[in-house]
Every structure is written in structure tokens, then in C-alpha cells.
């Protein structure tokens, strides 16, 4: 059962990181989630999801939410937490959406909270760090955080929907987003149509 750690920043988009946790739920996997704290606030803004800032009561609600007791809910300021270090690092990365402070910050190495920490570990250890950034338009910085990121061993998924298959909602769009990050982490997916199959057969 593969571990996961799902990130959620203050970018716009948390709905992505809300349904790829669904999936990787779904899936089978061992997820933790953790939220910095303008990833909270977006979260309520965007999904109307009201989670505490104290982690105890956020574990509960985000259990509730996803109807998962195991899942478990991290705190961005514990860095004590075992995600903290490469001895017992996730399998796998991912921040979805990414803003672009949190990208320059990952980029600059910077280990302030337990999100870029852990961020920090996976490129260190080598392991699957996927970065979902949601922004526009793109200045230099950004491009050229984002390139020392790919350079470093990220995966760059932008949340870039394509038309192809037909997206006939808006869940249809973040689909495609979703499952082009569970086709990064080599999981099974039938969120969209690929390029030259019907529609519907994913």
C-alpha cells in the first residue's frame, strides 16, 4: 500500500487536492494530508469547508469529510513529524495546488515549515516530489523556480485541463488534472479518455 503525502497551498484550485485525495483513497493508498495555513483559508473560501487551525479537531473533520478514519491530518509547524525526515519519508510527494511561494521556497531549499521540509527530503532522498502549480500568467521567477525544481528531480503537472475528451462539467476538467497526476505516480485512473479512445473507456 503505497504512502502519500497530499499538500494543499493558498494557490487557487484546492478542489484538484480535494479530489486526488478521493482517488488516492479510493485506490488504496495510505494518505496524509497536510494543509499550510493559507491552503486552510483557501480551502474554506473556494470548497466552504470550515476546518479548524488546530490540527486535533481538523484530523476529525477531515476524516468526516473524506470518510476515512485512518486518514491522517498533519500539522504544517510539527516538524517533528515523521514526514520531517528521510528515515521515514512517504513514497511519494504531492502539492496539489502549488503556489508559487511555495514553489520558490522549495526551490530555495528553504525548510521553514513541515510542508517544505518534506518537500525538501523527497529531493533529497530521491523520491517522487509532484508539484500541481496553478497560476497565471507565469512571470520569469516563477518559470525559472519551476525549472530549478524539474532540474532538481520534480515532476511539473500543471493544472492545465485539456478539451479533447469532450469535459461536458467542471468535475470533468479537474478530473483530467487528477488523473494526469495519478498517471504520474503510475496508479490506475479512468478519469478521462485518452487521446484516440472512445469516450467513457478512460
Same mark, same amino acid.
Given at each position: 500500500?503505497?504512502?502519500?503525502?497530499?499538500?494543499?497551498?493558498? $494557490?487557487? =484550485?484546492?478542489?484538484?487536492? +480535494?479530489?486526488?485525495?478521493?482517488?488516492?483513497?479510493? #485506490?488504496?493508498? %495510505?494518505?496524509? &494530508? *497536510?494543509?499550510?495555513?493559507?491552503?486552510?483559508?483557501?480551502?474554506?473560501?473556494?470548497?466552504?469547508?470550515?476546518?479548524?487551525?488546530?490540527?486535533?479537531?481538523?484530523?476529525?473533520?477531515?476524516?468526516?469529510?473524506?470518510?476515512?478514519?485512518?486518514?491522517?491530518?498533519?500539522?504544517?509547524?510539527?516538524?517533528?513529524?515523521?514526514?520531517?525526515?528521510?528515515?521515514?519519508?512517504?513514497?511519494?510527494?504531492?502539492?496539489?495546488?502549488?503556489?508559487?511561494?511555495?514553489?520558490?521556497?522549495? $526551490?530555495? =531549499?528553504?525548510?521553514?515549515? +513541515?510542508?517544505?521540509?518534506?518537500?525538501?527530503?523527497? #529531493?533529497?532522498? %530521491?523520491?517522487? &516530489? *509532484?508539484?500541481?502549480?496553478?497560476?497565471?500568467?507565469?512571470?520569469?521567477?516563477?518559470?525559472?523556480?519551476?525549472?530549478?525544481?524539474?532540474?532538481?528531480?520534480?515532476?511539473?503537472?500543471?493544472?492545465?485541463?485539456?478539451?479533447?475528451?469532450?469535459?461536458?462539467?467542471?468535475?470533468?476538467?479537474?478530473?483530467?488534472?487528477?488523473?494526469?497526476?495519478?498517471?504520474?505516480?503510475?496508479?490506475?485512473?479512468?478519469?478521462?479518455?485518452?487521446?484516440?479512445?472512445?469516450?467513457?473507456?478512460?
Amino acid at each position: 500500500m503505497q504512502q502519500i503525502l497530499v499538500a494543499i497551498t493558498g $494557490a487557487s =484550485g484546492s478542489i484538484y487536492g +480535494l479530489r486526488l485525495t478521493e482517488e488516492l483513497l479510493r #485506490l488504496g493508498c %495510505r494518505v496524509s &494530508l *497536510l494543509l499550510s495555513e493559507p491552503g486552510r483559508q483557501v480551502l474554506n473560501y473556494e470548497a466552504g469547508l470550515d476546518w479548524s487551525d488546530d490540527r486535533c479537531r481538523r484530523q476529525a473533520q477531515v476524516r468526516a469529510h473524506f470518510a476515512a478514519p485512518d486518514l491522517v491530518c498533519l500539522d504544517n509547524a510539527d516538524l517533528f513529524a515523521s514526514v520531517a525526515s528521510g528515515s521515514n519519508a512517504p513514497a511519494t510527494m504531492v502539492i496539489c495546488p502549488c503556489s508559487m511561494g511555495t514553489a520558490g521556497r522549495v $526551490a530555495a =531549499g528553504l525548510s521553514e515549515t +513541515l510542508l517544505e521540509r518534506a518537500a525538501d527530503v523527497m #529531493l533529497k532522498e %530521491r523520491r517522487p &516530489l *509532484l508539484l500541481v502549480p496553478r497560476e497565471t500568467p507565469l512571470n520569469i521567477i516563477h518559470l525559472e523556480n519551476l525549472l530549478r525544481l524539474a532540474r532538481a528531480g520534480a515532476a511539473i503537472i500543471p493544472a492545465m485541463p485539456a478539451f479533447y475528451h469532450h469535459p461536458q462539467s467542471r468535475d470533468d476538467l479537474v478530473d483530467f488534472v487528477v488523473g494526469k497526476v495519478l498517471d504520474q505516480l503510475g496508479l490506475p485512473q479512468t478519469l478521462f479518455a485518452r487521446w484516440g479512445e472512445p469516450r467513457g473507456e478512460g
